[in-house]
T-cell receptor, first 114, second 109 residues
Framework: DTGVSQDPRHKITKRGQNVTFRCDPI?????LYWYRQTLGQGPEFLTY????????KSRLLSDRFSAERPKGSFSTLEIQRTEQGDSAMYLC????????????FGPGTRLTVL | GQQVMQIPQYQHVQEGEDFTTYCNSS?????IQWYKQRPGGHPVFLIQ?????EVKKQKRLTFQFGEAKKNSSLHITATQTTDVGTYFC?????????FGTGTSLTVIP
């Protein structure tokens, strides 16, 4: 499978715990995005990497959220001290630098905070 | 802050009827993209529009970018049950990428 993969697909955690999600983009894509999506809403931009550089962070990304892309390949999104309001689908997307800048989305990680 | 609104939020149509969703941005967009998300799925890229006033067609789908590059529309002719899903517009004013609120389309056979 040469698409975007995310791990885990589902995560249930208790409030206050830390969680980490992984995204493996399409191998030749140098751009990587993280989004959060809640039921009935569009994806909310969280952060954007070009290669290993984090070029943009949403104001939605509080100090409890951190993302890395250490070697310009896979990326991780960590949420510390989870809150019930963090329950959502976390989507990763990647794209190449082309005319269309088409984003390819992974299947997402569904987080439930109890 | 940047806002991208879509109307309507929901649309139910009989199979064979036409469907249109409208996208409005509070700021000028360098380009606009459209995505479709099936129930339980992830967004899938449909098209990108770049030029002011641009119109593109994909079979039964017609996409338009406004002259001021702040609005866009997607029109589906003669809907089919395979068109069911939520349609999002999305635009990048810079490196951030804002998705619209989405229009959920239900097609009644």
């Amino acid at each position: 499978d040469t698409g975007v993969s995310q791990d885990p697909r589902h995560k249930i955690t208790k409030r206050g715990q830390n969680v980490t999600f992984r995204c493996d983009p399409i191998s030749e894509h140098n751009r990587l995005y993280w989004y959060r999506q809640t039921l009935g809403q569009g994806p909310e931009f969280l952060t954007y990497f070009q290669n290993e550089a984090q070029l943009e962070k949403s104001r939605l990304l509080s100090d409890r959220f951190s993302a890395e892309r250490p070697k310009g390949s896979f990326s991780t999104l960590e949420i510390q001290r989870t809150e019930q309001g963090d329950s959502a689908m976390y989507l990763c997307a990647s794209s190449a630098v082309t005319v269309y800048n088409e984003q390819f989305f992974g299947p997402g990680t569904r987080l439930t905070v109890l | 802050g940047q806002q991208v609104m879509q109307i309507p939020q929901y649309q139910h149509v009989q199979e064979g009827e036409d469907f249109t969703t409208y996208c409005n941005s509070s700021t000028t967009l360098s380009n606009i993209q459209w995505y479709k998300q099936r129930p339980g799925g992830h967004p899938v890229f449909l098209i990108q529009l770049v030029k002011s006033g641009e119109v593109k067609k994909q079979k039964r789908l017609t996409f338009q970018f406004g002259e001021a590059k702040k609005n866009s529309s997607l029109h589906i002719t003669a809907t089919q049950t395979t068109d069911v899903g939520t349609y999002f517009c999305a635009g990048p004013p810079g490196n951030q990428f804002y998705f619209g609120t989405g229009t959920s389309l239900t097609v009644i056979p």
